[in-house]
T-cell receptor, first 110, second 115 residues
Framework: KAGVTQTPRYLIKTRGQQVTLSCSPI?????VSWYQQTPGQGLQFLFE???????NKGNFPGRFSGRQFSNSRSEMNVSTLELGDSALYLC?????????FGQGTRLTVV | QQQVKQSPQSLIVQKGGIPIINCAYE??????FPWYQQFPGKGPALLIA?????SEKKEGRFTISFNKSAKQFSLHIMDSQPGDSATYFC??????????????FGQGTTLQVKP
């Protein structure tokens, strides 16, 4: 089976812009979650979707949003980018509680 | 109550040694404890995971020891190799019957295995 695919791998954006990141889960996995990884804060949970419904949400501002489509693919959006949003954004698909991560999207905000 | 504390922050061992990484949690509702390995430029890879109904689990050279009363768990890497040099993260989650739930991660341990 193919693993979790995240696109794009790298992004450079300017403060104030918005960005959309994409995640294709492992075939058959219906749950997708997103995490932000930074050197200072480590790995932090953003949100989790199951069958197109948001199940859990982390402590991030409303500028961070996500959605899941009927084919289980997911997108996350960050609006009005700030310098502090620079991070590795990781998507994980899960089955029976076991979560498998993609390689991430490296977002740099300048 | 949501924190997972991981130690040490970094660890250097000789090839063949047994590095041990420790984690402690506070929330007794957590029921799923995975360990992840991450290489530079890659996403975390699931190594091994344990549920609180067992005290130990082995998969290959990796062993989790779990102490429910102390709310602690640890990762042991037997016969460590230079290729094991990576950052290791423990995590905890309240999965329950829904098999969903956010992972709370420890801060990570950078392991270096010297040849």
């Amino acid at each position: 089976k193919a693993g979790v695919t995240q696109t794009p791998r790298y992004l450079i954006k300017t403060r104030g812009q918005q960005v959309t990141l994409s995640c294709s889960p492992i075939s058959g996995h219906r749950s997708v979650s997103w995490y932000q990884q930074t050197p200072g804060q480590g790995l932090q949970f953003l949100f989790e979707y199951f069958s197109e419904t948001q199940r859990n949400k982390g402590n991030f501002p409303g500028r961070f949003s996500g959605r899941q489509f009927s084919n289980s693919r997911s997108e996350m959006n960050v609006s009005t980018l700030e310098l502090g949003d620079s991070a590795l954004y990781l998507c994980a698909s899960s089955q029976l509680g076991r979560r498998f991560f993609g390689q991430g999207t490296r977002l740099t905000v300048v | 109550q949501q924190q997972v504390k991981q130690s040490p922050q970094s660890l250097i061992v000789q090839k063949g040694g047994i590095p041990i990484i420790n984690c402690a949690y506070e929330n007794t509702a957590f029921d799923y404890f995975p360990w992840y390995q991450q290489f530079p430029g890659k996403g975390p890879a699931l190594l091994i995971a344990i549920r609180p109904d067992v005290s130990e689990k082995k998969e290959g050279r990796f062993t989790i020891s779990f102490n429910k009363s102390a709310k602690q768990f640890s990762l042991h890497i037997m016969d460590s190799q230079p290729g094991d040099s990576a950052t290791y993260f423990c995590a905890a989650s309240k999965v329950g019957s829904s098999n969903t739930g956010k992972l709370i991660f420890g801060q990570g341990t950078t392991l270096q295995v010297k040849p």
